[in-house]
């Protein structure tokens, strides 16, 4: 037998979960009974988040992790450590307060002056010794009128970088007349020759940005900062702890930090700051010439030559990002793997935004270099059931890209998970925060395996908070001080995500298809973001892996290797597809060329690249964009078809489903695992053909239980079985195939026989979650309830009472095969037959094998279903108190409750 499996049947797997635990400097009691909590979830290691702690790193914050370290130790559990005191990572507890400039944010500000032809202008001194301070955005308004930001510094170490001015309506390239010579007491005098003429101011200015006591993530000395005033006393006092309880430090969404906050159509060539710093500096003129200032108003003017547009920006945020990766990421990585525990976290993805500056660290990839697991987190309502096509939130919040959400987002920290050797196949995600009050345990499942079947499979669910319930922040909160009716259901939940988690780790995941990542493409030029063909992947069940074009120019790292196939570390890929680029890097190109020599398939959508953003040499430019015409170029529309026509696909369905989504995983035994989830509203009922032969069954990671499958090899495919499925809505399906099979397989739970529908004679009673199992006086009631009517604010605990008759089975004195069936309820259900409990289960429609529990004669019967919260609270509170402003939740039963017969 596999040997997850027997781990898992013998209850002994790993932890893989590790949920947020604010801390706000509660008592000593408070602190045990929530780690307590959390370990009764199923749960063994916390990630202790210091963000609303009053005293972080000082003598209340460590008497606070003592007493969870304490606990931990008692218990068998792991502690991380979110690594500051303020969100976003890099306020490095206050220690750049005071610090000298140089260790500061700095930006590159441009101002453009239109001049009219053969006119003279002046520029004064107001333009010319700073520039002028960005005005607040409504959201930073916001953030400022509830006095959540501190009062900024302001810097005296503003400099004039330099005064250009460029020709744009001529044929030949740009070229940049530098007027900084021009520059006398702070004024200049120009008459521009004819024809249409820009000029652009540079300056240096560290008073930009909403964040400028935070570090300068591409300043090495900056960077240390943080490490010194935070990683180093956390060692000084727990250096024991360290790599035994103390597993490692978290980095939540460290930023740049440039422009205005969460900007998101923050693209290069609109008119906003951009990062800066010393390094960055050298760097720049090592690329681009001691003159490289004259180049640099191309990272904002969108009419220039493109190619040479396209240059500038992909040095620039190459310099960047590399700059982000060796002096912030690998820095802490160094640190701790000296220390012996290990670093991990995420970065803001939202939208695009891990691929640009301002709110994130210019590229996925390199901005997660040095974490030991890749990272993402899902907030917010990011991703919800269906919701692919929602039109986007907006308000003082940037508008979502849903495509992003539903189709790249988790495919983001799963894929780097894979091809990073660092990471050893490990993808985390923040989940569940700021979803508010109504995200009970349906959508949670529906959100884990969403997450799951991407090939995410480490957890940080958002959060438990000790601080008074109801805590207004980010909810929803887990236990919440014993109010959440639903904390004993999050616990099933939990120990449901682990075994599957369990499943997803010492293997690999099998993705047919390398998707390239868009980063360079859309700094360097005219790009398709990779969520277009990454949804057409999805819905047509083919699996893939982003790939950064890194992969190709750092192959050792990468363990990248290119022949007849394309293997990337463990990852062996049947087809590349590239998005639409204009611009490409040289080792990318070189290597899709080598693909193709090799005879492996290529795909450009829509087009071919039009040049090489990083090309010195115009001969080898010329003669690699020749041999990039033996590439297929394919309209997006037939991507899939193409794909098809090359046999890439593992798996087919029919009838087809565009919401069936599945994960193919490998382990070393050679044994394969299929992960199947229904996304859809509706059930799916047909047949899927997988490429594997022998021996499988199913695994139910709920109630943790082998189950027979309707499988069959194909007589037309003698390589493939065809298994016969059906899958709910919020179910998954978890196909093994094993080349040592158990002895033993159960029948999975099915209604047939006789069905009897039980509307009337019963009785309800309700509780608060703080008060179960005190229930009110019982009234009664029929079925479906109503209650969501007749108590509009109730949240709690819903008690459901009933008897029915059970005949015996012919001569024996038993009753036969009986199925409990609830087709709807809202949320938790637990069944209780003659007293004795027959499970928890959060997913319609709740069906429950009770042939042990009933007996002949009479038969009495509870149903216990837990809502969630948000009717007692509200809608408010999922972030900065601003509410989504709808009602998730109905409450009760609002389906039937059927009893199924066999033999009666």
Not at 148 to 161: E, G, I, N, S, Y
Not at 462 to 474: I, L, R
Not at 830 to 845: D, K, L, M, T, W
Request: proline content about 7%; some cysteine; hydrophobic content about 40%.
């Amino acid at each position: 037998m596999n040997s997850k499996i027997k781990k898992l049947l013998a209850n002994q797997e790993d932890n893989y979960i590790l949920p947020f635990f604010w801390q706000h400097g509660e008592d000593e009691a408070t602190l045990r009974k929530y780690m307590a909590a959390i370990y009764n979830a199923n749960i063994r290691a916390v990630c202790v988040e210091s963000r609303p702690h009053p005293d972080f790193a000082g003598p209340l914050w460590w008497r606070d992790l003592d007493i969870i370290l304490d606990e931990a130790r008692k218990r068998g559990m792991k502690v991380w450590i979110l690594d500051d005191a303020h969100f976003p990572t890099g306020y490095a507890n206050g220690a750049l307060r005071n610090a000298p400039a140089e260790l500061h944010r700095q930006s590159i500000v441009c101002q453009t002056i239109d001049c009219a032809p053969v006119s003279k202008i002046t520029i004064g001194p107001e333009r010319l010794r700073r520039p002028p301070p960005p005005e607040p955005t409504e959201l930073e308004r916001l953030i400022l009128q509830l006095g959540r930001a501190a009062p900024q510094r302001v810097f005296t170490d503003d400099r004039l970088l330099g005064v250009f001015a460029a020709r744009l309506d001529c044929s030949a390239a740009v070229e940049m007349l530098d007027l900084s010579g021009r520059v006398i007491d702070d004024a200049l005098e120009w008459t521009p020759p004819a024809g249409k003429w820009r000029v652009y101011i540079l300056h240096l200015s560290r008073n930009f940005g909403s964040r400028r006591d935070y570090i300068n993530m591409m300043d090495a000395e900056s960077c240390r900062v943080l490490i010194d005033a935070v990683y180093e006393p956390h060692y000084a006092r727990y250096a024991a702890d360290f790599g035994a309880t103390i597993a490692g430090f978290f980095s939540d969404e460290p930023e740049l930090g440039n422009g205005h906050l969460y900007d998101f159509g923050n693209v290069l060539g609109v008119d906003q700051d951009l990062p800066w710093s010393r390094a960055l500096e050298r760097r720049l003129a090592e690329a681009l010439g001691e003159d490289y200032p004259r180049l640099l108003p191309l990272l904002w003017e969108n009419e220039a030559d493109a190619r040479v547009t396209a240059r500038v920006r992909y040095i620039y945020m190459d310099a960047v990002t590399r700059l982000v990766e060796t002096c912030f990421s690998q820095q802490i990585r160094q640190w701790c793997e000296a220390h012996g525990v290990e670093y991990i976290g995420h970065v803001i993805e939202d939208s695009n935004q891990h691929a640009r500056t301002g709110s994130s660290l210019g590229h996925f990839f390199r901005g997660l270099s040095g974490q030991h697991m890749a990272g993402v987190d899902l907030i917010a309502r990011q991703v919800m059931p269906q919701g692919e096509d929602r039109i986007g939130v907006a308000g003082v919040m940037p508008a979502m890209d849903h495509e992003f959400f539903h189709f790249v987002l988790a495919k983001l920290g799963s894929s780097h998970g894979a091809i990073d050797p660092l990471k050893r196949g490990r993808a985390l995600c923040e989940i569940f925060g700021a979803y508010g009050w109504g995200a009970g345990v349906r959508l949670q499942k529906y959100l884990t395996d969403h997450c799951l079947v991407r090939g995410i499979n480490h957890f940080v669910p958002h959060a438990f908070s000790p601080k008074e319930f109801p805590d207004p922040d980010c909810p929803p909160h887990f236990y919440a001080g014993g109010h959440d009716p639903q904390y004993r259901h999050f616990g099933h939940l939990m120990a449901y995500m682990n075994r599957v988690c369990e499943l997803l780790n010492g293997g690999r995941r099998i993705a047919p298809v390398a998707l390239l990542y868009h980063a360079e493409a859309e700094w360097t030029g005219k790009c398709m973001l990779m969520q277009k063909p990454a949804r057409l992947l999805t819905e047509r069940q083919i699996d893939f892996d982003i790939v950064p074009q890194d992969v190709f120019l750092e192959r050792e790292r990468y363990r990248t290797a290119i022949g007849p196939g394309l293997r990337v570390h463990t990852q062996e890929y049947r087809a590349l597809v590239a998005p639409t680029a204009q611009f490409v890097t040289e080792a990318f190109a070189r290597s899709v060329v080598e693909l193709r020599e090799a005879g492996f398939p290529v795909a450009f959508i829509d087009s071919l690249p039009e040049g090489l953003c990083d090309g010195g040499d115009p001969e080898i430019e010329r003669d690699l964009l020749t041999k990039l015409q033996t590439c297929d170029v394919v309209p997006l529309h037939e991507l899939v078809a193409w794909l098809d026509g090359k046999g890439v696909a593992d798996i087919s369905l029919s009838p087809p489903s565009c919401r069936l989504r599945y994960l193919r995983y490998r382990y070393e035994d050679g044994g394969e695992l299929y992960l199947l989830v229904n996304e859809d509203a509706a059930p799916y009922r047909g047949t899927v053909w997988l490429p594997n032969t022998g021996p499988c069954y199913a695994y139910n990671a709920w109630d943790n239980r082998l189950e027979r499958l309707c499988a069959q090899p194909d007589a037309s495919q003698p390589d493939k079985t065809l298994v016969q499925v059906e899958i709910e809505p919020l179910k998954s399906l978890l196909i093994l195939f094993d080349r040592t099979p158990p002895d033993e397989l159960h029948e999975p739970v099915t209604c047939t026989g006789q069905k009897r529908t039980l509307r009337k004679g019963w009785t309800r009673s309700l509780c608060a979650g703080i008060e179960y199992p005190r229930f009110g006086e019982p009234q009664a009631v029929e079925l479906p309830d109503r209650l969501t009517e007749e108590a509009p604010r109730f949240s709690g605990f819903v008690r459901y009472e009933t008897n029915f008759h059970l005949d015996v089975v012919g001569k024996t004195d038993a009753v036969g095969k009986v199925v409990l069936e609830i087709t709807d309820a809202h949320e938790g259900v637990e069944v209780f037959v003659n007293g004795h409990s027959a499970g928890i289960q959060i997913a319609p429609p709740f069906r429950y094998d009770i042939s042990s529990l009933a007996k002949p004669g009479e038969n009495h019967l509870r149903i216990e279903v837990a809502t969630t919260l948000e009717r007692q609270v509200g809608v408010e509170g999922p972030m900065m108190g601003v509410s989504f402003g709808e009602m998730l939740s109905l409450s009760g039963i609002t389906g039937e409750v059927n009893l199924y017969v066999d033999g009666a």
